[in-house]
Structures are given as structure tokens and as C-alpha cells.
């Protein structure tokens, strides 16, 4: 089975912008989680998507939001970049939620 | 909310010897305990598990153990070697009706680095 893909795999934008991410999960696996990877605050849980619904959401503001596809393909989109934003973005494919969670090579966003 | 605290920070070993990585976890309903393994400008790779109704996993030269009562879960590597150095992650979660609903908690990370 092919694991995990997400594109693009790198990206530049400017403090103000907002971007759009994505994640092709597993063949079958239906539920998509996104984190956020930084040096200084490790890897943080942003949300999960499982059947097109948001089931969970981390501690992350409101201007970080995703959507999943009914192909379970999902998206997530950061609007009115930070400098803080900067980071490797995460996304990990399960089964139904359940534990196991394979993770895609990751989107590396610089924000200038 | 969960929290999982993970030491040490950075552990360097020579080739052959073992290492012992160590994470304890906050919320006593924690009931599932995986370990990733990153390599430099690579994703993290699932390496082994254990569930909260297990004492101890073995694969190989990797093992695991947990104790529930003490709220910690532990990764050793025995034998080690180059190829194992890496940054090593352990995370705990909390699922009901067989999900966690996809919310892992990460322990900050084991920089390992194994001398030939």
C-alpha cells in the first residue's frame, strides 16, 4: 500500500498570507490527524477528522482549520500567517481513529 | 488536558550497549502508549506499541514496558547500533469504544546517538 502523502512538500509565504495544506491518507484509512512540529514546542496535535467531521481539535487559534474530503483525503488551511506559524506540518492517517497512526513526510512552512 | 513528560533530553551510547528511554504520562485513563522514531529531515515512523492491559512488548532488539501504577512506559533498545540514532518520541492517548479520535500527546523527544 502507498503511505501517507502530503504536498506541497515545501512552502514560502509571507506574515499576512493564508495557505492551504494536504494530506492523501492511506488506501482505507479513514481518519486523518494534523500536528504541528517546532523545534521548541515539539509535535502538537491541531485536529482530527474522521467521515468528513471534525472529532477533536487541539489547542491551536481559530485561524488554523481543515476539512476532509469523502475520499478521506483532507486539507488544512492557516489564514493571516505568523511568523510563529513556521513549522513542519504533520498529518497521520489511522484506520477509524483507532490508535495506530502513520504519519506523511510533513509540509515544511516558512513564513517571512 | 494529558501531559507526557520524556527523559533524557539527549543520550549518546556506544555501539552495543543499550539504551533506556523513559516517559510518564498525567491522566490515569491513558490506554494506549506508541514510540516513533525520527530520522533527520525524515516523518516519524511507528516502531512499536503497547496497550494499557500489557506489562511488556518485544520486537526484536526494542522493547516496552509500562507501568500503570506508576504512570510510566518505558523504550529500550538492546544492541545497539548507527542505524538507530535518531530522535526518539513517545506519546500516550486516551480512547473510549476502541478510538482516541486521533489525538496523540508527544513527549518532547530522545535525541539517541549510537558511536561506531
Known amino acids: 500500500k502507498a503511505g501517507v502523502t502530503q504536498t506541497p512538500r515545501y512552502l514560502i509565504k509571507t506574515r499576512g498570507q493564508q495557505v492551504t495544506l494536504s494530506c492523501s491518507p492511506i488506501?482505507?484509512?479513514?481518519?486523518v490527524s494534523w500536528y504541528q512540529q517546532t523545534p521548541g514546542q515539539g509535535l502538537q496535535f491541531l485536529f482530527e477528522?474522521?467521515?468528513?467531521?471534525?472529532?477533536n481539535k487541539g489547542n491551536f487559534p481559530g485561524r488554523f482549520s481543515g476539512r476532509q474530503f469523502s475520499n478521506s483525503r483532507s486539507e488544512m488551511n492557516v489564514s493571516t500567517l505568523e511568523l510563529g506559524d513556521s513549522a513542519l506540518y504533520l498529518c497521520?492517517?489511522?484506520?477509524?481513529?483507532?490508535?495506530?497512526?502513520?504519519f506523511g513526510p510533513g509540509t515544511r512552512l516558512t513564513v517571512t | 488536558g494529558e501531559n507526557v513528560e520524556q527523559h533524557p533530553s539527549t543520550l549518546s551510547v556506544q555501539e552495543g550497549d543499550s539504551a533506556v528511554i523513559k516517559c510518564t504520562y498525567s491522566?490515569?485513563?491513558?490506554?494506549?502508549f506508541p514510540w516513533y522514531k525520527q530520522e533527520l529531515g525524515k516523518r516519524p515512523q511507528l516502531i512499536i506499541d503497547i496497550r494499557s492491559n500489557v506489562g511488556e512488548k518485544k520486537d526484536q532488539r526494542i522493547a516496552v514496558t509500562l507501568n500503570k501504577t506508576a504512570k510510566h512506559f518505558s523504550l529500550h533498545i538492546t544492541e545497539t547500533q548507527p542505524e538507530d540514532s535518531a530522535v526518539y518520541f513517545c506519546?500516550?492517548?486516551w480512547g473510549a469504544g476502541g478510538t482516541s479520535y486521533g489525538k496523540l500527546t508527544f513527549g518532547q523527544g530522545t535525541i539517541l546517538t549510537v558511536h561506531p
Open positions: 477528522y474522521f467521515s468528513e467531521t471534525q472529532r
Open positions: 488506501s482505507g484509512h479513514r481518519s
Open positions: 506519546a500516550a492517548v
Open positions: 491522566d490515569s485513563a491513558s490506554n494506549y
Open positions: 497521520a492517517s489511522s484506520l477509524v481513529g483507532g490508535n495506530e497512526q502513520y
